[in-house]
């Protein structure tokens, strides 16, 4: 079979979370298929880090995909015309892009919808795009694939789809999140946070991953005595005024550091250095960070919205989003009380388990060769 892949996220030092799930699950598909032919569709120069296998070809296409009017020209025409030219027999698309103008089957990831129950936390021309377009991907899709039994339900039930249609996949952990030694977490502390410990939030500063939330909470675990640093990983996705408006108002400012997007190294030695993540975002189609700190035995909080706690089982404190001071609670009870963050690492480290990137290939692979 030839299976199309839209690897237009597979960018080199700069994976983010849909990238890292398309590049978890397909070196493992390549390599575990190769009586299967791949194509990979970019559109910008690739790295050949990216062409796994010797069943892997690719091609870049033009425009780069980054904005409503050039998704439109990528997947209307470009990937259309690369399908029939490569005489593809199926077509898969890992951030659930598909096009309307080829016969082919497809399947895509859906990873969420949270544009089609909070589109004011987009840019209107983004949630505008989505909210037309997505229904009608979720429609002509032949089967799709998602990564939680929160967002299966609530596309079937959002776009009117068979809940049988959907597959569950659950995200995995990459393999270089694992427990400190005690020299390895000194050595980050001081490169990072001038030897202070802290707390960290990893994501793309957007409304919906409340950065506003945690600085706010953060203040009031201050005031109430905490005193350790705010570590803030990532870059905003987009214009956000809250989180600005939060940081002028917040009195512990110079406590919060930000440090821009990590590289895999060094962001998994920040997060088992960590004292807790913190993640009570407003929705997630799953929160790949709750399980990379539960493999880094990094006690967590998070957030009790769409399929947070269905990631975080037992394993982790919770709090509504909203609720600044029950966070900022959290906080000092994990670092006042040994004994409940040696519990939470504990819980963590089991609940880790049952998220593995090899089961997520499986999965995602079952499907593209039922075709």
């Not at 983004?126 to 991907?137: D, E, G, H, K, L």
């Not at 959002?158 to 694992?178: C, E, L, M, P």
């Not at 947070?308 to 404190?317: I, K």
């Amino acid at each position: 079979m030839r299976i199309a892949v839209n690897t237009r996220l597979l960018i080199a030092d700069r994976l983010d979370g849909i990238g890292w799930f398309t590049h978890e699950v397909m070196s493992r598909i390549t390599r575990d298929c190769p009586e299967h032919q791949f194509l990979f569709l970019f559109d910008r120069a690739f790295d050949d880090e990216f062409v796994y296998e010797d069943n892997v070809w690719a091609k870049e296409l033009f425009p780069q995909a980054r904005h409503p009017l050039l998704y439109r020209m990528y997947f209307e025409y470009s990937v259309p015309k690369a399908l029939k030219q490569w005489k593809a027999d199926l077509f898969f698309s890992p951030d659930g892009f598909l096009s309307t103008r080829t016969r082919i089957p497809q399947i895509p990831v859906i990873h969420d919808i949270n544009f089609e129950h909070r589109p004011q936390d987009l840019p209107r021309a983004y949630a505008n795009y989505y909210r037309s377009n997505f229904p009608q991907f979720a429609k002509i899709a032949k089967r799709i694939v998602t990564v939680s039994e929160y967002s299966a339900n609530d596309i079937a039930r959002t776009y009117g789809v068979d809940r049988d249609k959907i597959q569950v996949a659950y995200n995995g952990s990459n393999v270089h999140y694992r427990k400190l030694t005690d020299s390895e977490k000194l050595s980050t502390l001081n490169e990072v946070s001038g030897g202070k410990p802290y707390f960290l939030f990893v994501g793309n500063f957007s409304y919906r991953k409340n950065i506003h939330g945690i600085v706010q909470a953060y203040d009031l675990y201050r005031k109430s005595g905490g005193y350790q640093k705010l570590l803030l990983v990532g870059n905003p996705l987009w214009h956000y005024k809250e989180m600005d408006d939060a940081l002028a108002n917040s009195n512990f400012a110079d406590d919060i550091i930000f440090t821009g997007n990590l590289g895999i190294e060094r962001l998994s030695r920040v997060m088992g250095s960590a004292t807790a993540l913190i993640f009570p975002s407003y929705f997630e189609g799953f929160g790949i960070p709750i399980v990379e700190a539960f493999n880094a035995e990094t006690p967590v909080i998070t957030g009790t919205s769409s399929s947070l706690p269905e990631v975080a089982g037992d394993a982790a404190l919770i709090a509504e989003p909203d609720d600044h001071a029950k966070i900022a609670e959290h906080m000092k009870a994990i670092e006042t009380d040994q004994k409940l963050a040696d519990s939470l690492r504990k819980k963590g480290k089991a609940r880790a388990t049952q998220f593995s990137w090899d089961e997520t290939a499986r999965k995602v692979k079952e499907v593209l060769i039922s075709f």
